[in-house]
Each structure stands twice: as structure tokens, then as C-alpha cells.
């Protein structure tokens, strides 16, 4: 088996591996949010012999990176994302991940019996940091097998998950042996990580900080049985991600209200609905209610009027047809 090199976690800081640096304290930034920055490498292992790695970058839910394993570069998916990273510190961080990306998947293989990892399985790994206006950076790195939590890094040590078992406090015993690249995990994310993070939100600030104002349409969706109705009301085309959507009757919020995921635009903005079963007597009272920062204040309402309507109409004349019908027939 090859053992672990001292080198390995360096990936995580600059190839030279310096001195620990300074912990951030405080950065003047114009957000206000909890804002994660965190980079993530998927390693799907197919046998013994063949691995493939995956590896992206986040600001919250906004793509920021790709990886390129087999040129072993940076993809910047935004004209901000090198931040305010010199060329030099970009090209180390690039020959470091390489190397980790190459480097971690042998640890992995050469311990498949005794960690009883099973082909074809995944290993995940998490890093990163999030920053709060008034609060110390929080930094994080985790490992994860098969979607499922395996260890993750607190201080200067790996803690198995409780959820991992015997094979979690196994990988994270060897983990543990080095102590100088602990360290250096550390320094990476309570310090360049967070320095990283906040270049990226000065470079990006005319495009996070923009205000893309909602629209907001309602529909129908397949009627829940006879007499109800499924009201769906869209939101779509808006930036930042955060948004309220709420079915309301007059001014309280109706509890129904099932609310789906926020998914992203290819443009960069967001989409949301929310779904309400009601009885279809009832629907002309309520209203789909938005709030969102673009808005002003100003809460966007629609009412499905127009939509109680032609629940009402459709089936009558569907009725009415299928009575002309059965004339002509006799």
C-alpha cells in the first residue's frame, strides 16, 4: 500500500506549503447574508484500476468554477472568478489540485479490502468557508462515501461520523497521522479560503449585487378529485436567489402551501412555484403573495380569478358537448 505523503493536504494551500498565515478577523464587505464559498471533487471509483474525478466551485448556489482533470485547470464560469488571486497563486492552486486529485483516489484504492469499500462506489469532498458581516469566517472540510457522511475536519483533527461506523473511524485514524498537513488544512480555511472568498465578492459585486425583479403567472395543475383544485403559482426571472412565496387567504397565510425547490435559470436567476390543494369554492378568496428584494417592499399578489372561472366553465361545457353528442347519436 502507498503510504500517505505529507504533501498530500497541501493541495489545500499554496505547493510550498509556508508558514500558517494570519487568521482573518475582520474585512469590510457590502453583504449582509451568510454567503459559503466551497469547492467540491466527486471520485467515482469503477475498479480497481479506474477512477474519474469531478470537481466544481460554489458562491452559495451560483456556479464559480469547473475543473478540467485531464488539463489539471480552472474553468472560470464568471468574468470574476479569479477574484483578486494573482496569476501565480492561481497556477499553485491548480498544480495542487492536480496533484490532489490524482493523489486522493490512490488512498482510496489501496484500501479498498480494508476499508471494505465495494465497486462501483463514490467518495465526496467538501471545503470551504462562509462569512457573516460581525462574525469570524467559518471554515469546514468533509468526506463523504457514498452520499452519506464519512469524517469531516474540526480544528486540527478528523472526527468520524457517527452515521460511518467502523470504516469511518478507520479512514479518519489515518487521516489523523499527520499532523503538519492538519495544520495546514486548518490555515487553509480560516484564512485563504475566506481571503479568496471575499476577492470574489469585490470583483463580483456589479453582478451579485444586481436586482432582477419576479414575474409571477398562476396555473392549474391535475385536479385532486371532484370539486378541489390544484393552484400552482410560478415565480420566475430573479436575482438574488432569496424569495418569499406565499398562498395567502386576505391576510393570513394558508397553511397548505407546499413550496418547491428554488432552481437556477441558465441566465443566472431563479425559479420557484408553490402549489395549493383547495376546494374549488374556496379559491376565488385567495391569493399568491412574492416578496422579494428587487420589489422594494412592494409585494407582488395575483389572484386565480381567471382560473376559478374556467374550472367552472370547462366541465359544463364538456358536459354540454358530450349531452349534443348523445342527441345526434339517437
Known amino acids: 500500500m502507498m503510504p500517505l505523503p505529507e504533501t498530500f493536504f497541501c493541495i489545500l494551500s499554496p505547493s510550498q506549503c509556508p508558514p500558517l498565515p494570519q487568521s482573518i478577523s475582520s474585512s469590510r464587505t457590502d453583504f449582509q447574508e451568510p454567503i459559503t464559498f466551497r469547492s467540491i471533487m466527486t471520485a467515482s471509483f469503477y475498479n480497481h484500476s479506474w477512477a474519474q474525478n469531478l470537481g466544481s466551485a460554489w458562491l452559495d448556489g451560483l456556479q464559480t468554477h469547473g475543473w478540467d482533470s485531464?488539463?489539471?485547470?480552472?474553468m472560470y464560469k464568471r468574468p470574476w472568478s479569479k477574484g483578486n488571486f494573482s496569476e501565480k497563486e492561481l497556477r499553485?492552486?491548480?498544480?495542487?489540485?492536480?496533484?490532489f486529485s490524482i493523489i486522493f483516489p490512490l488512498i482510496f484504492q489501496n484500501h479498498v479490502h480494508q476499508w471494505q469499500l465495494e465497486y462501483p462506489f463514490q467518495v465526496q469532498v467538501a471545503k470551504g468557508c462562509g462569512l457573516h458581516v460581525g462574525e469570524s469566517s467559518v471554515g469546514f472540510m468533509k468526506i463523504a462515501y457514498e452520499g452519506s457522511d464519512l469524517m469531516s475536519f474540526q480544528n486540527t483533527s478528523w472526527w468520524p461520523s457517527p452515521k460511518g461506523g467502523r470504516r469511518a473511524q478507520q479512514v479518519s485514524k489515518l487521516f489523523n497521522q499527520y499532523h503538519v498537513v492538519n495544520l495546514r488544512i486548518r490555515a487553509h480555511i480560516i484564512d485563504i479560503c475566506p481571503r479568496f472568498l471575499l476577492g470574489l465578492l469585490e470583483a463580483g459585486k456589479a453582478d451579485l449585487q444586481r436586482q432582477v425583479r419576479p414575474e409571477a403567472w398562476l396555473s392549474t395543475g391535475p385536479s385532486p378529485g371532484p370539486g378541489r383544485l390544484l393552484l400552482v403559482c410560478h415565480v420566475s426571472g430573479f436575482y438574488p436567489k432569496p424569495v418569499w412565496v406565499m398562498w395567502m387567504r386576505g391576510e393570513q397565510e394558508h397553511q397548505g402551501t407546499r413550496r418547491g425547490e428554488v432552481l437556477p435559470h441558465a441566465d443566472g436567476t431563479w425559479y420557484l412555484q408553490t402549489s395549493l390543494d383547495v376546494e374549488a369554492r374556496e379559491a376565488a378568496d385567495?391569493?399568491?403573495r412574492v416578496r422579494h428584494s428587487s420589489l422594494e417592499g412592494q409585494d407582488m399578489q395575483h389572484r386565480?380569478?381567471?382560473?376559478?372561472?374556467?374550472?367552472?366553465?370547462?366541465?359544463?361545457?364538456?358536459l354540454a358537448g358530450l349531452a349534443l353528442w348523445l342527441w345526434k347519436r339517437r
Open 70 to 74: 485531464k488539463k489539471g485547470i480552472f
Open 92 to 99: 499553485e492552486e491548480e498544480r495542487t489540485l492536480q496533484t
Open 286 to 288: 385567495l391569493s399568491c
Open 304 to 318: 386565480p380569478v381567471g382560473l376559478v372561472f374556467l374550472a367552472g366553465v370547462v366541465p359544463l361545457v364538456l
